[in-house]
């Protein structure tokens, strides 16, 4: 019997909070060149998981405040359901 198993794509979105600043600003307020100031989140089971003041939390992808991510890493596909991952995020804020 064939035994098929459900595959989950998941991506990386990045996003610069500085809007560009850093790389213009950094090299003068610090003295060296920081091509931004980096917040990521992972978007799998068709919502978007990021860490924020209130631990994490999940939205539509692209829907957080920072509007659309200035990069999308394509990570690959993962055969954890959404149910596991789910229980595994909440046990860590135990």
């Known amino acids: 019997m064939d035994k098929t198993t459900t ?3 998941v991506q990386l979105y990045i996003y610069d909070l ?3 600043m850093a790389r213009s600003l950094s ?4 003295g060296k060149q920081l091509d931004g100031i980096w ?3 992972i978007v799998a089971y068709g919502d978007e998981f990021f860490f ?3 631990g994490i939390s ?11 991510p200035d990069n999308v890493v394509e990570l690959g596909e993962s ?5 596991i991952f789910m229980d595994y ?6």
């Open 39 to 41: 917040h990521t989140a």
């Open 27 to 30: 090299p003068i307020m610090l």
């Open 52 to 54: 924020g003041g209130e």
């Open 79 to 83: 055969e954890v359901t959404e149910e």
């Open 58 to 68: 999940s939205c539509s992808p692209g829907g957080t405040m920072l509007g659309p």
């Open 7 to 9: 595959r989950y794509n």
């Open 18 to 20: 500085s809007r560009g």
């Open 89 to 94: 995020l909440s046990s860590l804020g135990e």
